[in-house]
């Protein structure tokens, strides 16, 4: 059984890296891709994805608040939030109810085994 994974990322070339790590991580696969916290739901309710990386600045509705919704739209989902400049304080991840921050750069095969492997209940 395969951990299933959405990605959540307002640029092609971000889900596209990031799709890449998913894949290739033994036990993962990618459940769907998103630009948009709105379709990022739509595609959460139907695939029920057992992770979610989850970009911190999309514009619109931000990574934080697509967390708290993906996390009503699919229970159980696990959320991590992705950042490329400032990493978030920990009372925003409290508050997205998102278990982790990582650097875009810093996700490997490596750190996403990591982070399953800390917060993964599935």
Do not use: K
Request: glycine share 10%.
């Amino acid at each position: 059984m395969s951990v299933g994974v959405l990605t959540v990322h307002h640029e092609e070339d971000a889900r596209r890296s990031t799709r890449a790590i998913v894949n290739a991580t033994p036990g993962f696969e990618e459940v769907g891709a998103a630009g948009s916290a709105e379709e990022a739901l739509d595609i959460a309710v139907t695939a029920q994805p057992a992770l979610a990386l989850v970009a911190a600045g999309m514009p619109g509705i931000d990574g934080f608040e697509t967390s708290r919704r993906l996390m009503q739209a699919a229970p159980g989902t696990i959320v991590c939030v992705l950042y490329s400049a400032v990493e978030p304080t920990a009372s925003a991840l409290a508050g997205s109810g998102a278990v982790a921050a990582v650097h875009v750069d810093a996700l490997t095969r490596a750190s996403l085994q990591a982070l399953w492997d800390r917060h993964g209940t599935r």
